[in-house]
């Protein structure tokens, strides 16, 4: 197992822990290389660098940016950039600030079936008002007894062709790509087998997130099935990327992995964490993982 997470998230965005806790988690599961990436906000990584000082856990500055790119939204993780960086700054808070319009729609969705109080409810779940999000009406309605699981909850209600899905507008790929840049980070497109992408429209999207300035793809991922990570672990290789791992952990019981240790990368990939490490990795049985 690699003791590394670039991707997880806090209750700054939505995740159900603080960034502290996130960090001890990962911590205590032998994590040796941590970011914490919150969806479109950085306001979680002085609390989870300070806690990771205080541990003796290496730290790496992380965001997830939500994109837009033609009719597909997508995810770009940024990596070890200055979070006091202005153009960043401004750039996330734009992107934040159509989320409260977004989760009306979703409600209003909702409501033509009969469910009413969702906005409401769903609100309880998000510690940050600014970030209310599909996971946090997934997690209301899970608690309302309307499914089992948020996984259900997004294939029923939340996902595209669905009465609680809103198209909105993001960030422009090219836009978060140069926040990132900007600010001194790596820009790494997030998860990719969960954007329902064919061959090629795939292969358009690696060469133009190349060109944009894009450094890494994220071939382990807690939602990658073993034949995701060959996959993106090959077309890595093909497109000259570094590659990344993280769990995207948001809260346990919600997705297949803890925070803190992910698989190996396949041979011959570049680990985009190289950069970073202040002191070597140490071995980690899989064993740590139970």
Known sequence: MTPVDLHCHSNISDGLL???????????????????????????????????????????????????????????????????????????????????????????????????????????????????????????LVESGRCKDTKSVFKKYLVRG????????????????????????VAVLAHPSRYDLGNETLRVLLIEFQRMGGEAIEVVSGTHSIADVARFGRLAQDFGYLCSSGTDYHATGEGSREPGLNSDLPIACVPVWERWLKAPLVDVLPAKLN
């Open 162 to 185: 669905k009465p609680g899905y809103v198209e909105h507008e993001w960030a422009r790929l090219h836009d978060a790509i140069d926040w990132i840049r900007g600010a001194g980070g």
């Open 18 to 140: 603080p960034p502290d806790e996130v960090v001890r988690k990962a911590h205590a599961r032998g994590c040796q290389l941590l970011a914490l990436t919150d969806h479109d906000d950085v306001r979680g990584l002085p609390l989870a660098r300070k806690t990771a000082d205080e541990l003796g856990l290496q730290f790496v500055n992380g965001v997830e940016i939500s994109v837009s790119w033609g009719k597909h939204t997508l995810h770009v993780v940024g990596l070890g950039f200055d979070d006091t960086n202005p153009e960043l700054l401004a750039g996330l808070a734009s992107v934040r600030a159509g989320r409260a319009e977004r989760a009306e729609r979703m409600a209003k969705g909702l409501e033509k079936l009969g469910m009413t109080g969702v906005l409401e409810g769903s609100q309880k779940f998000a510690d940050n008002p600014e970030m209310i999000s599909r996971t946090h009406f997934a997690r209301f």
